[in-house]
């Protein structure tokens, strides 16, 4: 069974940085497409990154560019979202996703396996 679970939530002030984490089980991830989404209270869930585990090709929501990168471990099956210079509109439930389709891009619906998500809150 295919678990992603992550990790490095928490409170930062404005400006900071965050490492989040998404270890990943129960199969190889490495032909596969991992993203990272978002959601705030009362909205809807958002792109944040996504990345092409095997050729490594990224893409990033216009409202992250510059400031978050996303990378994987592929022998650690462990994909990473770098938050830099975070805001309070950064605030939201993290979601790890995954999928076979290396070709899943920005949209949640085109990715299979989640995880349980993790707070990121932003004080300004």
């Known amino acids: 069974q295919v678990q992603l679970v992550e990790s490095g939530g928490g409170l930062v002030q404005a400006g900071g940085s965050l490492r989040l984490s998404c270890a990943v089980s129960?199969?190889?991830?490495?032909?596969?497409?991992m993203g990272w989404f978002r959601q705030a209270p009362g909205k809807e869930r958002e792109f944040v990154a996504r990345?092409?585990?095997?050729?490594?090709?990224?893409k990033y929501a216009d409202s992250v560019k510059g400031r978050f990168t996303i990378s994987g471990d592929n022998k650690e099956n462990t994909v990473y979202l770098q938050m830099n210079s975070l805001k309070p509109e950064d605030t939201a439930v993290y979601y790890c996703?995954?999928?076979?389709?290396?070709?899943?891009?920005?949209?949640?619906?085109?990715?299979?396996?989640w995880g349980q998500g993790t707070q990121v809150t932003v004080s300004s």
């Open positions: 129960g199969r190889s991830f490495s032909n596969y497409a």
């Open positions: 996703a995954g999928d076979r389709a290396w070709y899943a891009d920005i949209e949640p619906h085109q990715y299979g396996y």
């Open positions: 990345i092409s585990w095997s050729g490594g090709m990224t």
